[in-house]
Structure formats: C-alpha cells, structure tokens
C-alpha cells in the first residue's frame, strides 16, 4: 500500500532557514544515555532513524563549554575537535539516509556541578546546582563575553562537522533562562531588568549564531511557550518574547516549562497534551513551528498540521519505540507501527548514567553494539520452536522466532494473551501498557508459522510429547506473599487467618475493602497504583514504603511528584522509611529505618508490593534439578528467567530469539575510548 492522500501533508519538504527538510517529521534532541561517552552507538542509533524516514534527527543536549558539564549524566559536548570529530560521525550517519542533523549546543548555568571538570559553574546569580553541595560563581561582563565566544565556537565547530540546524536553548531552567528570570536575573545593566534587558543574552546568540553559520545552518530557538512560572518569565512576558524576537531563530522548538510534564509518562499525560499552550506561538512568530506530543497517531499529526498548531511534528518517544514510524505511515503499514506507551523507560537509564533502552523497541541502543535492526531478523531459519507463556518476552520472542522462519507454537495458559501486560493494563492509568501485547499481536497475525493457544497450560509431560527442536519458557513470575524483598531478606510468617494479598490478588479481582495497609518495597510504579485502585474501590488505604518517598523507583521515568501528589489527593495515607516486621490481621507492626522504633497500624487487610518468585518450577522438571539435561534445547526468558521491568521481558525474548540456533551468539562490540599504540 502507498501513501494514504490523508497523510501526504507529512510528507512534503520544508524549507527552514537556508536548509529544505525533506519531510515534517523531526527528532526533537532527547537524551540517550550515550552522549560524548559512547560516539559510535550514538552514531548508529541516531542514524537508524533516519533510515527510518525522520527528516531531521537531533542530539541529546550538547555541553558547549566545560563549564557546563553535567556528570554522571552522559550529556554531548562540542568542546573541541574530538568531540567535533565523534559528532561529525553523528551527522555522516544521518545524512547517509537523505536526513538533516540539528545539534542541541547547551549550557546548564548554575544547575549543573561540574564534577567532571571541577571548574566553577557560572550563572546569572551564584545559586546552588541542583544536587551537589556547589554553588555557581556569579557572570560578570567578562564572564559574558566569554560565553558568547563559547557558543559561537561551539556553533562553528558544529558546522564543521557537518550539523544542519543549530539551537540556542533558553528554557528548562538552564543558563540562558536564567537571564530571563525576572527573580534569578538581579542585574542592573542591560542583561537586567526589563523583558529586553533580560533577553538581550537570547537575542545576542540568535544574532551570532545567524551571522556565524546561518549562510549554511538553520537556527533553531528551544523555548518555553508558557513562560518558566510567574516567578522567572510569565506566560504574558513569554508571548511578548515571541512577538518582540520570534522572526529571528529560522524554527521555534517549542516545549513547556515543566519537563516532567513536556516528556509526560501515559499514566498522568495523553497524547498531543502540550498543544493548548504553543498553538498561539506560530501565528505570532510567523515561523515554522515544531513541538512534541508523544504523536503516534498519523491522523492526529495531520490535525495539528492542518489547524496551524504545527508545521513539524516533533518526536523523541514515539521515534524511540519506532525507528521506522515515519516510513511506515509513507507506505500505510499502519498496523506495524510499534507505538509508544509513554512508560519513560527510556528517560529512565539516562537518568541512571547508561545507555537508552525501550519497552517496546528492544533493538534501541543495540544497533551498533549487537548490529540489531528494528525492522531486519536473519532469516532463513528452519525447526520447530515451542515458546511457553505469552506475556511479553514470549509474545516477543514468537514474534522474532516467526520472522526468522521457525514453525512457532505459542501456548499460554490464561484465557487472553499478554501475561503481566495485559493484566497490569487493566490498571488506573497503565491502558496504553497494552501497546506491548497488541503490536505483536498483530505481527503474529501476520506469520501464518505461528500459532497461539490460549487456555493451554502446559505440564512437562506435553511438553516433552510436543518434540520441539527448541522450548523457550516465558512462564513470567509471581509476587510473594511472605515479605521477602530488598528490606526483608527472611520471610514473614503470618497466621493463617490474616488476610494477606499480593498484586496477583488483587488484579485476579480481590480487591478488599475497609481499612487495607499496602507495603512497598518494590518501589517503582505497581505499589502506588495499586494503592489508587483499593481507594478508587473504596478502601481506606494506608500506604506504607521502605523508600523516602511513594514509588521512589519512578523519579527517573519523571513520574514520582506526580504519583505521590495523585495519592495524597486521592486520600492515601503515606508513611516513609518504614519496614514491615508482622500483620496479626488487626494491626502491622512497622520498624523506622533510622531508629528502630516500632509502630503499630490497624488495617484488616495487608497487600505486600515486595519481589517476585520466578515460575520455574516447570523449567526444572524439564532440565532436572541439576539444571541441564543432555540434548535438551530448553532456555527461560524474561521474568521467569530474571524478574525485571517490562522492557527487560522483551530485550530477554528479543535476545533470545535473535540469537537461536547461531554457533556463537552476537558478541556485544565495546564502545571505548582506548589508548592509541
Ligand atoms: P514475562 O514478563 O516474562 O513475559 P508474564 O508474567 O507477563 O512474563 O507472562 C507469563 C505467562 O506465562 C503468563 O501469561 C502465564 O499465563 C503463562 N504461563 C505460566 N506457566 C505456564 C504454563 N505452564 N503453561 C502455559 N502458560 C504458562
Ligand atoms: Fe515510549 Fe516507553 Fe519506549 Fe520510552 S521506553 S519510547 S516511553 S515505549
């Protein structure tokens, strides 16, 4: 199928500044993980989507000095020609596929510590950074000179190497915004004061960055539509920003002030949710516009179009979980769109120094590592292949067997496919979870050597009587119900008549009600919602956690304010740094982690959010309880093999299906910086 007439607005070329998009699809810069640490699978990554059809793909932010250096975060720099050198390698590989390169020049101001660098970080006011025990040291007019030759050389070197479109960034709290921040910005000279005054920084970088590069480069502007909050640049102010300097940058990137809400995860965010406060920005700029959404929908990116909210629509998710979205939408293989389900996993391993990885896209991050396409499995593949349980390492690993030519038996014991996925989707806020299942669904339905059966529990019997070459057991995991789990290494014993209740309880539907004390010590996402599903039923609901705060795990997909906030306001009671010692069915007797001391809370029903027991039991009776049995071709994947998060359920499928049957499974190549001889 071609492109559907309805879509062909996405397609056409626009011209921004002295460079021509070849379509309206944009990687807006979202970080990876990889930064100036890892050039070569940065490489590859960003050079992947733009083999995938994205008309512009960016960087991550890109430290433009020294004394902006974001450690332990791999942030991208262009601090010299090494690093010009490494990003020109960027460029090549997005230009190799008709694509243009934009690069994010950054600086963080006061917010970053520079532990790397150990110079003094600079900012309009000596303020604190945002972790670190450091203050900046306040700019004067030197300091001022000296970053706008800073930029500028960053600038140049990104020409060099071959960029397209240069940003300046004046938001998300770092340097530049700080001049414009009627309380930050203390100055009384021309950088202070009035809204000229204190975007005179702004408008100097735009007007140096043009004459530098821009016979050459379009210049990209990165700009809060909404202002940064009362305090620093009203709303009001912001729209007077646009309409005193918006004809300057060649293309408005337009995002919000709240990053946590701009990049917002599916359980408190929908898609297109930024559009009520940038759709003024593009009348009043007369430039063309480009913002993000978590788009996926082709027939809502041509709404924004159209409606003259956007003229680029702006990615960095959906072209996560999707490389290939925009080629996919060009040919109309609407059902092969891999959708993002807004889980910020991906947001997440940034945040913990590694590189990116993706729920729905195993293959992200590895394209160069392991040389994984998203699209491409070898193929050729002959043998019959049994794969237990169709949660979403099976469902992936089905998916890959059959697109590599295996004959595929899938068999699942519950009545619907999906395993975790389908049942943690059923959950307040997780529906778009369901993603994972439905996109193999469909791919499955595809591949006629794949057959699933529902309802089939399997016993090691049938599966031995099956005779597959090869079994891969995806039999998932269960929840414990004795308190085991990272604050609690013995179990609890509990009598018998308290009534004591796992996730796996209450998503069977066993909900209880009156006074319920749910404990985490997991930490991440199901405690908390959870906790909001006993209240919306009714509960009285008593959270209690290890961590300092509800679903501690979750301040790195940018979730966790927002959950502890959905709680407080749902009527949840939250108590911190707590451990479980023992529940008599009454009352839970909860230990302070500082101090020891005990506490008592009534509640008639305890629901224990601690670890996970894989369901292993099967593998053994295959394997023996040696663990090997001779000729036997049996593997465990995902959760049964190591309980983890979605993601690592289909990387775990993704891997081991990939790799089935090749004499030596893909080594992982090293990125390194090593010493020349
Ligand atoms: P993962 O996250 O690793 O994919 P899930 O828990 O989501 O794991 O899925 C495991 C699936 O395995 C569930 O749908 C469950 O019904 C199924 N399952 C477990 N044991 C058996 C078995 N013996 N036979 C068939 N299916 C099984
Ligand atoms: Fe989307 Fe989750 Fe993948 Fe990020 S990790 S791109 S949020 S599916």
């Given at each position: 199928m071609g492109i559907n007439p309805r879509h062909s607005v996405l397609f056409e070329p626009i011209k921004i500044g002295p460079v021509t998009l070849p379509n309206r699809f944009y990687q807006v810069p979202h970080c990876t993980g990889m930064g100036h640490a890892l050039p070569r699978t940065l490489a590859a990554m960003r050079g992947m989507k733009a083999e995938g059809g994205w008309g512009v793909v960016c960087t991550e932010y890109c430290s433009l000095h020294p004394t902006s250096d974001d450690q332990p975060f791999p942030f991208a720099s262009m601090w010299d020609d090494g690093d010009m050198a490494n990003l020109a390698a960027m460029a090549d590989a997005v230009h190799a596929h008709g694509a243009l390169?934009?690069?994010?020049?950054?600086?963080?101001?006061?917010?970053?510590?520079?532990?790397?660098?150990?110079?003094?970080?600079?900012?309009?006011?000596?303020m604190p950074s945002r972790e670190d025990p450091v203050q900046s040291r306040r700019m004067d007019k030197a300091d001022l000179r000296a970053f706008r030759t800073w930029h500028l050389a960053a600038a140049q070197r990104a020409k060099a190497a071959g960029f397209d479109i240069i940003y300046v960034y004046p938001s998300h709290g770092y340097l530049v915004s700080e001049f414009l921040s009627r309380s930050l910005n203390e100055?009384?000279?021309?950088?202070?004061?009035?809204?000229?005054?204190?975007?005179?920084?702004?408008?100097?970088?735009?007007?140096?960055?043009?004459?530098?590069?821009?016979?050459?480069?379009?210049?990209?502007?990165?700009f809060a539509a909404n202002g940064h909050g009362e305090e620093h640049l009203s709303v009001e102010e912001a729209r007077d920003l646009l309409g005193l300097i918006g004809h300057l940058p060649d293309l408005w990137d337009l995002v919000i002030d709240d990053y946590y809400e701009e990049m917002g995860s599916s359980r408190f965010y929908s898609e297109g949710h930024l559009e009520g406060r940038i759709a003024y920005?593009?009348?009043?700029?007369?430039?063309?516009?480009?913002?993000?959404?978590?788009?996926?929908?082709?027939?809502?990116?041509?709404?924004?179009?159209?409606?003259?909210?956007?003229?680029?629509?702006?990615?960095?998710?959906?072209?996560?979980?999707?490389p290939?979205?925009?080629?996919?939408?060009?040919?109309?293989?609407?059902?092969?769109?891999?959708?993002?389900?807004?889980?910020?996993?991906?947001?997440?391993?940034?945040?913990?120094?590694?590189?990116?990885?993706?729920?729905?896209?195993?293959?992200?991050?590895?394209?160069?590592?392991?040389?994984?396409h998203p699209e491409r499995v070898p193929t050729g593949a002959s043998g019959t292949v049994l794969v237990i349980g169709a949660g979403p390492a099976g469902l992936e690993a089905a998916h890959i067997l059959g697109k590599r030519g295996y004959t595929v038996t899938l068999?699942?014991?519950?009545?619907?496919?999906?395993?975790?996925?389908?049942?943690?989707?059923?959950?307040?806020?997780?529906?778009?979870?369901?993603?994972?299942?439905?996109?193999?669904?469909?791919?499955?339905?595809?591949?006629?050597?794949?057959?699933?059966?529902?309802?089939?529990?399997?016993?090691?019997?049938?599966?031995r009587e099956f005779g597959a070459d090869d079994v891969m057991l995806a039999t998932g995991a269960r929840w414990r119900r004795n308190g085991l789990g990272r604050s609690c290494p013995v179990p609890i014993e509990f009598p018998a008549e308290a009534l004591v209740l796992t996730p796996d309880d209450l998503m069977d539907g066993r909900v209880p009600a009156g006074a319920v004390l749910l404990y985490d010590d997991d930490n991440y996402y199901l405690g908390p919602v959870l906790a909001l599903l006993l209240a919306r039923q009714g509960a009285r609901v008593c959270y209690v956690t290890s961590a300092p705060r509800a679903g501690e795990w979750s301040k790195y997909t940018g979730e966790q304010d927002r959950t502890q906030r959905q709680m407080l306001e749902a009527g949840i009671l939250i108590r911190c740094n707590e451990t479980l010692a023992a529940f008599d069915g009454h009352a839970a007797a909860l230990h302070c982690i500082y101090t020891g001391n005990a506490a008592v809370q009534a509640a008639s029903a305890l629901v224990l959010?601690?670890?996970?027991?894989?369901?292993?039991?099967?593998?053994?009776?295959?394997?023996?309880?040696?663990?090997?049995?001779?000729?036997?071709?049996?593997?465990?994947?995902?959760?049964?093999?190591?309980?983890?998060?979605?993601?690592?359920?289909?990387?775990?499928?993704?891997?081991?299906?990939?790799?089935l049957g090749s004499i030596a499974p893909s080594a992982a190549l090293r990125d390194r910086v090593q010493i020349q001889k």
């Open positions: 390169a934009g690069i994010e020049l950054w600086h963080g101001g006061s917010y970053v510590a520079n532990l790397a660098s150990r110079q003094p970080s600079i900012g309009v006011r000596s100055r009384t000279d021309e950088y202070g004061g009035s809204l000229v005054n204190r975007m005179r920084l702004f408008r100097e970088l735009l007007e140096a960055t043009r004459s530098a590069v821009g016979d050459r480069c379009a210049v990209a502007a990165r920005a593009r009348a009043l700029t007369g430039k063309p516009v480009v913002s993000v959404g978590r788009f996926t929908s082709p027939d809502t990116m041509v709404r924004q179009i159209k409606s003259g909210v956007l003229d680029l629509i702006g990615a960095a998710r959906p072209s996560i979980a999707d290939f979205l925009p080629k996919k939408i060009r040919e109309g293989r609407y059902e092969d769109i891999r959708e993002c389900i807004g889980c910020n996993i991906c947001y997440a391993y940034n945040y913990r120094g590694s590189a990116i990885r993706c729920t729905q896209n195993p293959t992200m991050g590895e394209e160069w590592r392991r040389g994984w068999a699942d014991a519950a009545k619907e496919a999906g395993g975790r996925v389908s049942r943690e989707s059923r959950l307040p806020g997780l529906r778009e979870w369901s993603r994972v299942r439905d996109y193999r669904l469909q791919q499955l339905a595809k591949l006629p050597n794949v057959s699933l059966y529902l309802d089939n529990r399997l016993t090691a019997a049938q599966v959010v601690t670890s996970r027991e894989p369901n292993d039991a099967l593998y053994y009776e295959l394997v023996g309880s040696a663990g090997v049995e001779s000729g036997a071709r049996i593997l465990r994947i995902g959760d049964c093999l190591q309980p983890s998060i979605i993601a690592a359920a289909v990387y775990s499928g993704h891997k081991a299906a990939r790799e």
